[in-house]
């Protein structure tokens, strides 16, 4: 499975993105899905992520509502949507795919290179 992520930027504070991460194969239906980020000097982190046929997802603490992830599995694509942006919430974003306990790194098999989200104030 290859993953590409798209939809990153530039954006002020209080706005919008939303982040797609297409993935190649005929078996992204079989994989949980999840995004994680990288702020500039932190450890990467677990933001969301999604069940194989996308009736559960699961949060971190941080995100307080603003994020939303989705998947269509008709279109191979898992989305990240994010709202109410602040600052703290620049970061690399990387979409992954995986199975089990999707909060964890370790339970991802594949990852994307990732798509630099910058929020200025």
């Known amino acids: 499975v290859q993953l590409l992520e798209s939809g990153g930027g530039l954006v002020q504070a209080g706005g919008s993105l939303r982040l797609s991460c297409a993935a190649s194969?005929?078996?992204?239906?079989?994989?949980?899905m999840g995004w994680f980020r990288r702020a500039p000097g932190k450890e990467r982190e677990f933001v969301a992520a999604?069940?194989?046929?996308?009736?559960?997802?699961y949060y971190a603490a941080f995100v307080k509502g603003r994020f939303t992830i989705s998947r269509d599995n008709a279109k191979n694509t898992v989305y990240l949507q994010i709202d109410s942006l602040k600052p703290e919430d620049t970061a690399a974003y990387y979409c992954?795919?995986?199975?089990?306990?999707?909060?964890?790194?370790?339970?991802?098999?594949?990852w994307g290179q990732g798509t630099l989200v910058t929020v200025s104030s």
């Open positions: 194969g005929r078996t992204f239906s079989s994989y949980g």
């Open positions: 992954a795919a995986g199975a089990g306990r999707l909060r964890f790194g370790a339970s991802y098999h594949y």
């Open positions: 999604i069940s194989e046929s996308g009736g559960v997802t």
